[in-house]
């Protein structure tokens, strides 16, 4: 085949036409090659510099519709000289695009390859090493991305523009297209991503300068860096200067103008570039920041007192028409204050409850809250007063209370009766009190029983509520004085109980007859404390559903079966409750048990079977209710309806039903494992006799020697015969000797052959 690689573009062009215009397959004979095709043909291929591809021909044959594959025959051009061509193999050596043309028979096809070339490492190029600084700017924030290619002689490809970029930290710095913007102090990894390949660094940004300091201006004084500012309210403008800390190469400069001041709280104090305004009392803190630094100032605006001082301190409940004189003071010195209370200004914020005159006296006027202030150079101080209408009694909602040991409950409900008769709640108005914190104690508005162990079963305390104390300085409504009588005061008696761990019944399940009554099962509760009460008289039963009915008899308590069918009765004492379920039935005359004694191996089981007959003649499976015990467990256990050997031994099983007393006698006695001979093969002569040893072998691992017990038999009793583990020979011949003892037998061999006369 002739490959050229070099053909002018035009000639190509020419050959198109020339086959547009003259198609080969107009005047084709049959066999004839009506047109070539390229796999692809009218597209554009991409080929990495270097790397090969094979491309096909095939050619559509006149009246056939089946291909040929001419790609090795057919003659290849290429328009440029990038690419190797052999039999349509194509080789880029260099990167561009090519036209690829395959002619054969006057047929033309084309294709298009375009050579890329093959890039294989992301190179950054940035300055100062990556470290910067917050004043940085220019060529110093540029970072050029380069794609390096494989072949060394081809050069590095700036893709800075094409490249994807990101910042790993955008509170530090962002880059967009190569360029860096400085946003704050820290470190931050550059990474650049280009048609697969990722390059990375680490930047570090940080100020030029190593701190900020705080001046007064009067003065020029440093303020220390743990040193704070007391001003008084009256104080006029103060100055403030921001200076920089030098770096090592850099000088103090005075940033006053440049930095930025804040307040943080401008209710107390404003800041402009150091002008620091108070407004009003409070802390405020003044900061200034400049190039990724900062320095604060802690102020303290303060008014000539630290505090007005109000006497009640608390917020007071009046009733309507009663009077509360309020004194208030300035702290002047310790343990020493000044009465303001006629100079300091009064205010109520609603006079239609309560009103206040210039000394502080107030007067209760109609039912609803009202706040009292007291204000005295740049000081202030108030209480809510809240006026209830006038009441002549309280009470309690409870007068007895019961708790568990560590228990809490919510005090109970007090009731205020106005003049009128009417009750309100007056909860949150009451002060409670115990009078034995070691066994009740009032916390959060709740009754606390404590959890001692010093406790008894059951314990008492008395809890007292009454209105709160509000001074000397009340006045009470002449007409109504509730205050310190008896109406005024509530009591309630708390009992604490120790917690119930568990309720246990003496029966698990109950039977009981149609048209009977029955006495409830005994129960025994056991406190946590370890102390045990059987039967105790506070236990609540009731009974679910309509089978049975709860009686009351001069012995107590029982329970009547109504109709067949099932019930639960419930036993409910303190904090826990016991549930039993209840059989309802007709009565049961006799009880049969199968078997009425049994022997079991070690760790073997049998289940019993119980029937009950009715009066009427019918019969029940009684199996799964029993409730069968065992006089010894070590030997036998019973879960349920069957019986499990424990160890060797004997022991009772006992059940009743509706009355009926049943019992099982069982017998545990060792499995027989294995039985042996001492000898299995004899050779004697007639007339001899011999004796073997039976041994049996258990699973407990004891050995006995059962010989007499066995039973012996010979298989030829004419050749051998045996008694009791005695073996006589008989006569010439073999014969087999049997021991059979506990379902296991053991065989001797024997053979009885004739001795020779001695010559």
Do not use: C
């Not at 204000?375 to 006038?390: A, D, F, M, N, R």
């Not at 019992?663 to 007639?686: C, G």
């Not at 007499?708 to 030829?716: G, L, P, Q």
């Amino acid at each position: 085949m002739v490959v050229k690689r070099k053909m002018t573009k035009w000639f190509l062009v020419l050959a198109l036409l020339l086959a547009v215009v003259f198609p080969t397959g107009v005047f084709a004979a049959t066999g004839d090659v009506s047109a070539i095709s390229i796999d692809g043909e009218n597209t554009t291929i991409e080929l990495k510099v270097g790397s090969s591809k094979q491309l096909k021909v095939w050619a559509s044959i006149e009246g056939s519709t089946t291909k040929k594959d001419v790609t090795g025959v057919v003659t290849w051009t290429s328009s440029e000289n990038i690419l190797s061509l052999n039999n349509g193999m194509v080789t880029p050596f260099k990167s561009g695009t090519s036209i690829i043309q395959a002619s054969y028979q006057g047929s033309v096809s084309m294709i298009t390859i375009k050579a890329v070339d093959t890039y294989s490492k992301l190179s950054l190029e940035y300055k100062q090493g990556g470290k910067y600084s917050l004043d940085s700017d220019g060529d110093d924030l540029k970072v050029k991305a380069l794609a390096l290619n494989d072949n060394s002689a081809v050069d590095p490809k700036d893709v800075t523009e094409d490249a994807d970029w990101s910042s790993s930290n955008s509170s530090v710095l962002t880059i967009e297209k190569g360029v860096i913007k400085i946003v704050g102090e820290g470190k931050a990894t550059i990474k650049a991503q280009y048609s697969g390949m990722t390059a990375s660094f680490e930047a570090t940004v940080s100020s030029p300068y190593a701190g900020l300091k705080l001046y007064r201006a009067a003065g020029g004084t440093e303020i220390g860096e743990n040193e704070d500012l007391e001003l008084i309210l009256a104080d006029s403008k103060i100055e403030l200067l921001a200076k920089t800390v030098p770096a090592s190469d850099k000088s103090a400069t005075d940033v006053s103008k440049k930095a930025t001041w804040t307040s943080s709280d401008t209710s107390v104090a404003t800041v402009d570039d150091g002008t620091v305004e108070i407004i009003s009392m409070g802390k405020t803190t003044i900061t200034a920041s400049y190039m990724g630094k900062t320095v604060s100032v802690d102020i303290y605006v303060r008014a000539p007192y630290e505090a007005i001082l109000l006497t009640p301190s608390s917020d007071p409940l009046l009733f309507v028409g009663e009077t509360l004189q309020i004194s208030a003071g300035v702290r002047v010195a310790a343990n020493e204050t000044t009465d303001v209370g006629s100079s300091a200004e009064w205010r109520s914020s609603n006079k239609l409850i309560a009103t206040v005159d210039d000394n502080g006296r107030v007067t209760a006027k109609s039912a609803g809250t009202a706040t009292i202030k007291a204000k005295y150079q740049g000081i202030s101080k108030s209480l809510t007063v809240t006026v209830h209408p006038t009441i002549t009694k309280l009470e309690a909602e409870k007068t007895e209370m019961e708790l568990l040991r560590g228990e809490s409950a919510s005090l109970p409900d007090v009731k205020a009766t106005k003049v009128d008769g009417d009750k309100v709640n007056f909860n949150n108005k009451i002060v409670w009190s115990s009078d034995n914190e070691e066994v009740v104690t009032i916390e959060d508005g709740k009754i606390v029983a404590k959890d001692s162990n010093d406790l008894k079963l059951s314990t008492t305390a008395t809890i007292t509520g009454k209105l709160e104390d509000i001074g000397s300085g009340l006045t009470p409504n002449a007409a109504f004085p509730i205050r310190g009588t008896q109406d005024s005061v509530v009591t309630v008696k708390v009992t604490v109980k120790e917690k119930v761990l568990t309720l246990i019944s003496e029966e698990e399940k109950m039977s009981i007859v149609m048209g009977e009554e029955s006495s409830l099962p005994k129960i025994t509760a056991v406190f946590e404390n370890g102390e045990e009460v059987v039967d105790p008289s506070e236990i609540d039963w009731s009974v679910t559903g309509t089978n049975a009915v709860l009686k009351t008899a001069g012995s107590g308590k029982k329970i009547k079966g109504l109709t067949k069918g099932t019930a639960t009765l419930k036993g409910t004492y303190s904090n826990k409750t016991i549930s039993i379920p209840v059989t309802i039935e007709k009565k049961i005359s006799k009880i049969v048990v199968e078997p009425q004694s049994i022997e079991l191996n070690l760790k073997k089981s049998k289940s019993i079977k119980v029937t009950g007959y009715y009066t009427d003649g019918t019969k029940i499976n009684l199996t799964s209710k029993m409730d069968w015990k065992s006089s010894d467990e070590k030997v036998a256990t019973i879960p349920s309806s069957s019986v499990k050997a424990v160890a060797i031994g004997t022991a009772t099983l006992t059940a009743s039903y509706q009355g009926n007393d049943v019992s099982v006698k069982v017998n545990v006695v060792p499995k027989l494992k294995k039985l042996y001979v001492d000898e299995k093969r004899l050779a004697l002569s007639p007339g001899a006799v011999k004796s073997v040893v039976v041994t049996a072998e258990y699973d407990t691992g004891e050995t006995v020697v059962v010989t007499s017990s066995a039973t012996w038999t010979s298989s030829k009793p004419s050749v051998a015969k045996v008694t009791a583990g005695k073996i006589e020979a008989v006569a010439k011949g073999s014969s087999s000797i049997k021991a059979k003892y506990g379902g296991k037998t053991a065989t001797v061999s024997v053979s009885v052959k004739v001795e020779k006369a001695k010559k």
